[in-house]
């Protein structure tokens, strides 16, 4: 297996347009979760899948921002209207669920550029 | 509050030097797992160590070590002989329920030839 995959690698947009980006987990992995990443920070939790039910989203997630896991493979996350602060490191990762103690292993990311 | 704090942000070394960057964390849970992860220019975070709270031996692998401490509610990560390749920043990360990991801001370490 190739590990965590990540379409677009960067994407610049005008503010207001929406955008998506698709994330492919390791084959065996049922968890799936998104993170935003500012310069300077570390990574954000967004929001997190197991199989296909989104189980958790963050107060970061505001309104504009949908995520879908539909057959329990792969994800996309779109944002609406967007808007310069949306900037950031989109990064997507994935584990096989073993409590607290799981590792989560993280794809490229998406670096997303709002003008 | 859960919060993990890299007080270094950035970190320059010469080669083979050898470099401690630290980690600490806050947390009220008992049981939690701490985590390493080193992120290049390509942007994909690396795995590097996970630990739980419950065991506080040292590890080694290769170059890297870490040394966990619940005293001092820390969980430092050190290179020895350093090399340009271990040029990344690094980011320690804490899990204390099922959903959340908080990272801290992480430290940029820059090796020089």
């Known amino acids: 297996d190739t590990g965590v995959s990540q379409d677009p690698r960067h994407k610049i947009t005008k503010r207001g347009q929406n955008v998506t980006f698709r994330c492919d987990p390791i084959?065996?992995?049922?968890?799936l979760y998104w993170y935003r990443q500012t310069l300077g920070q570390g990574p954000e939790f967004l929001t997190y899948?197991?199989?296909?039910?989104?189980?958790?989203k963050s107060r970061l997630l505001s309104d504009r921002f949908s995520a879908e896991r539909p057959k329990g493979s792969f994800s996309t996350l779109e944002i609406q209207r967007t808007e310069q602060g949306d900037s950031a490191m989109y990064l997507c990762?994935?584990?096989?669920?073993?409590?607290?103690?799981?590792?989560?292993?993280f794809g490229p990311g998406t670096r997303l550029l709002v003008l | 509050a859960q919060k993990v704090t890299q007080a270094q942000t950035e970190i320059s070394v010469v080669e083979k030097e050898d470099v401690t960057l630290d980690c600490v964390y806050e947390?009220?849970?008992?049981?939690?797992?701490l985590f390493w992860y080193k992120q290049p220019p390509s942007g994909e975070l690396v795995f590097l160590i996970r630990?739980?709270?419950?065991?506080?031996q040292n590890e080694i692998s290769g170059r890297y070590s870490w040394n966990f401490q619940k005293s001092t509610s820390s969980f430092n990560f050190t290179i020895t002989a350093s090399q340009v390749v271990d040029s990344a920043v690094y980011f320690c990360?804490?899990?204390?329920?099922?959903?959340?990991?908080?990272f801290g801001a992480g430290t940029r370490l820059t090796v020089k030839p």
């Open positions: 899948f197991q199989n296909e039910a989104q189980l958790e």
């Open positions: 947390t009220r849970d008992t049981t939690y797992y």
């Open positions: 990762a994935s584990s096989s669920y073993g409590g607290r103690g799981e590792t989560q292993y």
């Open positions: 630990r739980n709270s419950f065991d506080e």
């Open positions: 084959s065996e992995h049922n968890r």
């Open positions: 990360a804490l899990r204390y329920n099922n959903n959340d990991m908080r």
